[in-house]
Nanobody, 117 residues
Framework: QVQLVESGGGLVHPGGSLRLSCAAS????????MGWYRQAPGKQRELVAS???????NYADAVKGRFAISRDNAKNTVYLQMDSLQFEDTAVYYC???????????WGQGTQVTVSS
């Protein structure tokens, strides 16, 4: 069993920055792909960024060049640095860890990110 605790959401003006953190507890976290998803009101949950155990990174087209994902395996933590935030980035952001083709798949409780002037 893996538990995920997210932090770092909040209210920010357009063009601003936020950094999300997700601390995982459990065994062998370093073997998991860690990622961030988001869900805006009335929309489906979508992948924002992911990073594999080997360090391969994938970004959604909408955030490329603005967001950066990283992980610290010593702390079992994944980060999402979000710069140049736009109104469209407003959503609940969820941390996710998974391995074995999704057989093991865990979600955080979500953290609200609101971009507003």
């Amino acid at each position: 069993q893996v538990q995920l605790v997210e932090s770092g959401g909040g209210l920010v003006h357009p063009g601003g920055s936020l950094r999300l953190s997700c601390a995982a507890s459990g065994s062998a976290i370093h073997l998991y792909t860690m990622g961030w998803y988001r869900q805006a009101p009335g929309k489906q949950r979508e992948l924002v960024a992911s990073i594999t155990s080997g360090g391969d990174i994938n970004y959604a087209d909408a955030v490329k060049g603005r967001f950066a994902i990283s992980r610290d395996n010593a702390k079992n933590t994944v980060y999402l640095q979000m710069d140049s935030l736009q109104f469209e980035d407003t959503a609940v952001y969820y941390c996710n860890v998974q391995r074995s083709f999704g057989y093991y798949n865990y979600w955080g409780q979500g953290t609200q990110v609101t971009v507003s002037s």
